[in-house]
C-alpha cells in the first residue's frame, strides 16, 4: 500500500499561481503526475510522465503548467496563469507494484 500526501491547492484569482506537490510514502512508488475532476465529470489527465515516452499535457494547460522532481518520492505540479475552467479536485497519482493509487485530493479554485 502506498500513502500519499498532496498540498498546495487553494482559492487564488485568475492570473496566479500555484503549486501542487505530492509525496509518496513508498520509495519505489513511480509518481506519474496529476488528473484533476470537476463534479458530475470524469477524472481527466493534467499531467503524467510515463515511465516510457515523453511528459504529457492536456491541451488547456500546455505553456501554463508544469511537471518537475525534487526527488524520487515528490513532484510537483506548477501552475501559471490560472483560469476559471482549472478549478478542480486535483488528485496524484502513483504506480507501485503494477496498480495504481491515488491521492486524497485537493481543491484548486480559481476565481475573482
Known amino acids: 500500500q502506498v500513502q500519499l500526501v498532496e498540498s498546495g491547492g487553494g482559492l487564488v484569482q485568475p492570473g496566479e499561481s500555484l503549486r501542487l506537490s505530492c509525496e509518496a510514502s513508498?520509495?519505489?512508488?513511480?509518481?506519474r503526475g496529476w488528473y484533476r475532476q470537476t463534479p458530475g465529470n470524469t477524472r481527466e489527465l493534467v499531467a503524467v510522465?510515463?515511465?516510457?515516452?515523453?511528459v504529457r499535457y492536456l491541451d488547456s494547460v500546455k505553456g501554463r503548467f508544469s511537471l518537475f522532481r525534487d526527488n524520487k518520492n515528490t513532484m510537483y505540479l506548477q501552475m501559471n496563469n490560472l483560469k476559471p475552467e482549472d478549478t478542480a479536485v486535483y488528485y496524484c497519482?502513483?504506480?507501485?507494484?503494477?496498480?495504481?493509487?491515488w491521492g486524497q485530493g485537493t481543491q484548486v479554485t480559481v476565481s475573482s
Open positions: 497519482n502513483v504506480e507501485y507494484d503494477s496498480n495504481w493509487y
Open positions: 513508498v520509495a519505489d512508488a513511480y509518481i
Open positions: 510522465v510515463p515511465k516510457v515516452g515523453t
